[in-house]
């Protein structure tokens, strides 16, 4: 993969999630609006209503998360650094940038940090 494909995979990626973005938002809004305006008479029904903005705000900020990734990952390829592992400065794989096209890690790296995080 090439530093050229790989930025445009990163920028289509990034107009997608904008906008899935602005779309959450805009569900969240009216969903807490609709849901404090109710009287609170159906207890259940409320309860799987918070349910449902808990998951509604938890996939809102981990497509914000994921979108400062992309962000990340554009700037390093417009340092000319898009396969370089940010830890061991070894090649990141093309399978990888192609899954994740915002990856800073190598997959050792990345498996080695996921590991020292679980212990
Ligand atoms: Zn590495």
Redesign the pocket.
């Known amino acids: 993969m090439n530093a050229e494909k790989l930025k445009s995979n990163l920028t289509l990626l990034r107009e997608r999630l904008t906008g899935q973005r602005s779309s959450q938002k805009e569900t969240l809004a009216s969903e807490s609006g609709r849901f404090t305006a109710r009287a609170p008479s159906h207890m259940a029904e409320q309860a799987s209503e918070a349910q449902e903005l808990d998951m509604i705000v938890s996939r809102l900020n981990s497509v914000s998360e994921t979108l400062a990734l992309i962000d990340d990952a554009i700037d390093r390829l417009d340092a000319g650094q898009f396969n370089v592992?940010?830890?061991?400065?070894?090649e990141?794989g093309e399978r990888r940038l192609t899954v994740q096209p915002w990856a800073s890690?190598?997959v050792?790296?990345q498996r080695k940090l996921e590991e020292e995080g679980l212990s």
């Open positions: 592992c940010e830890e061991c400065k070894g990141i890690l190598c050792k790296c």
